[in-house]
C-alpha cells in the first residue's frame, strides 16, 4: 500500500452535510423477479462506497437505479435535490452529475481515444472542441495516457482501455461516480494501473459508489462495505469491522469464499 493511499483510507474525513444520494424503502422487480428489496441508503458527499455480494445478488441492479438506467417500482432515489421520476428533464439532469464506468468499458472502437473523451462533451453539453480536447488531454494525463490520445482503443490494453473509460466519464465532470467491477474483466496484471487510478480519483474527494470483489481496495478506500445478498443489504459497515467482525452467516460464507 502506498502512502498516499494510506491516507486515503486512514483520515478521518468530515463526511457531514446533506447525502447526496438517498434511497428509502426501495424496491424493484423484473417481472414477477423480486431483485431489490427495502434498499435503504445515504451517502454523504466525499464518501466511498464499496458494494459485494454473491453473483446475482443484485448489486448492478442498484447502483443502476442510481442514474435510471433500470427503473424502480417502490420507494424514493434522491440524487443531489433531484428526486428520480419519470420526468425525463430531471433524469438528464442527474445523468449530468454522475458518472458510470463499466465492465466492460464501452468505448467506441471507430473513435480515436480522444474522440471517445470528447463526443459527449461536444455534442451534449455543446462545448467548444478545443475546450474539449484540452479538458480531454489534461483527464488523460491524469490517468496517465496521454501519448495514447490518437490511438484507437483496439490498439490499447484492456487497462488503459478501463482507464480511457473513467478519463472520458470525467470529462462530463461528473459529482458522484459509479463503478461496475471495473476491474474484473481485466488480466490480473492490469488489475493495479485501474485500482490506482480509482484510489487518487478517491483522494480528491469523490464520492465514489464501487460494486467490487477487490477487497484490499475496500480496505484501503472505503468508508463503509455494503454486502448485498438476495436483493438485500445484509450488512454495512465500517471495512476494518466488516471484514474483522462479520455479522452475519451469509457475510462470513461470502468472505470464506472470496479471501
Ligand atoms: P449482480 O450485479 O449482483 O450480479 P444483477 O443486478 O446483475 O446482479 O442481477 C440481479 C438478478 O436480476 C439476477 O438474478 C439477474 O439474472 C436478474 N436480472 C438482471 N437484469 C435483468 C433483466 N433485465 N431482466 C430480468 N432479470 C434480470
Ligand atoms: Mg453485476
Same mark, same amino acid.
Given at each position: ?80 435535490? %433531484?428526486? @428520480? ?8 439532469? &442527474?445523468?449530468? *452529475?454522475? /458518472?458510470?464506468?463499466? +465492465? ?94 480509482? %484510489?487518487? @480519483? ?8 464501487? &460494486?467490487?470483489? *477487490?477487497? /484490499?481496495?475496500?480496505? +484501503? ?39
Amino acid at each position: 500500500m502506498t502512502s498516499a493511499a494510506q491516507q486515503a483510507g486512514q483520515s478521518a474525513r468530515h463526511l457531514g452535510g446533506a447525502p447526496v444520494i438517498r434511497m428509502i424503502d426501495v424496491h424493484k422487480w423484473y417481472g414477477e423477479f423480486h431483485v431489490l428489496r427495502d434498499i435503504n441508503l445515504d451517502v454523504a458527499r466525499g464518501e466511498r462506497i464499496v458494494i459485494c455480494g454473491p453473483s446475482g445478488s443484485g448489486k448492478s441492479t442498484l447502483i443502476r437505479c442510481i442514474n435510471r438506467l433500470e427503473e424502480y417500482q417502490k420507494g424514493r432515489i434522491i440524487v443531489g435535490d %433531484v428526486e @428520480l421520476t419519470n420526468n425525463i428533464k430531471r433524469i438528464d439532469e &442527474v445523468r449530468r *452529475e454522475v /458518472g458510470m464506468v463499466f +465492465q466492460h468499458f464501452n468505448l467506441f472502437p471507430h473513435l480515436t481515444i480522444l474522440e471517445n473523451c470528447t463526443l459527449a462533451p461536444i455534442w451534449v453539453r455543446k462545448i467548444p472542441k478545443k475546450e474539449a480536447e484540452a479538458t480531454a488531454m489534461r483527464y488523460l494525463e491524469r490517468v496517465k495516457i496521454p501519448e495514447q490520445a490518437h490511438k484507437y482503443p483496439g490498439q490499447l490494453s484492456g487497462g488503459q482501455q478501463q482507464r480511457v473509460a473513467i478519463a472520458r466519464s470525467l470529462c462530463m465532470n461528473p459529482k458522484i461516480m459509479l463503478f461496475d467491477e471495473p476491474t474484473s474483466a481485466l488480466d490480473p496484471e492490469m488489475v493495479k494501473e485501474v485500482l490506482d487510478t480509482m %484510489v487518487s @480519483l478517491a483522494m480528491e474527494g469523490m464520492t465514489m459508489l464501487v &460494486v467490487t470483489h *477487490e477487497m /484490499g481496495f475496500a480496505r +484501503q478506500v472505503a468508508d463503509r462495505v455494503i454486502f448485498m445478498d438476495q436483493g438485500q443489504i445484509v450488512e454495512m459497515n465500517t471495512p476494518t469491522e466488516f471484514f474483522s467482525n462479520p455479522q452475519h452467516e451469509r457475510t462470513k460464507l461470502f468472505l470464506g469464499q472470496i479471501l
